[in-house]
Nanobody
Framework: QVQLVESGGGLVQPGGSLRLSCAAS????????VTWYRQVPGQQRELVAN???????VYVDAVKGRFTLSRDNAGNTAYLQMNSLKPEDTAIYYC????????WGRGTQVTVSS
């Protein structure tokens, strides 16, 4: 079974940057796409960005121009580069792969605060 582990979160000041990683138990990202979500506790999960297996990326308006998706050449890690972070970006960030009913990690906390 494929497993995902998110990492790279932390506390940053507004305007700062973070790079989140989504490590998979296998080289799957050259075959499968990856979707990033975020969720504030007590609120509904929201879509952030998506990379298709061919490398095409899409972003929601809230992060467009600030966030960038990528993956390593081996296909075992997907990345979400987050620049110009805002306090409203504070959330738990999750990656998801559409295998079966969907594979999720435990998430990584991003806090943007001065």
């Amino acid at each position: 079974q494929v497993q995902l582990v998110e990492s790279g979160g932390g506390l940053v000041q507004p305007g700062g940057s973070l790079r989140l990683s989504c490590a998979a138990s296998g080289s799957i990202f050259n075959i499968m796409g990856v979707t990033w979500y975020r969720q504030v506790p007590g609120q509904q999960r929201e879509l952030v960005a998506n990379m298709f297996s061919g490398g095409t990326t899409v972003y929601v308006d809230a992060v467009k121009g600030r966030f960038t998706l990528s993956r390593d050449n081996a296909g075992n890690t997907a990345y979400l580069q987050m620049n110009s972070l805002k306090p409203e970006d504070t959330a738990i960030y999750y990656c998801n792969v559409h295998i079966g009913s969907g594979i999720w990690g435990r998430g990584t906390q991003v806090t943007v605060s001065s």
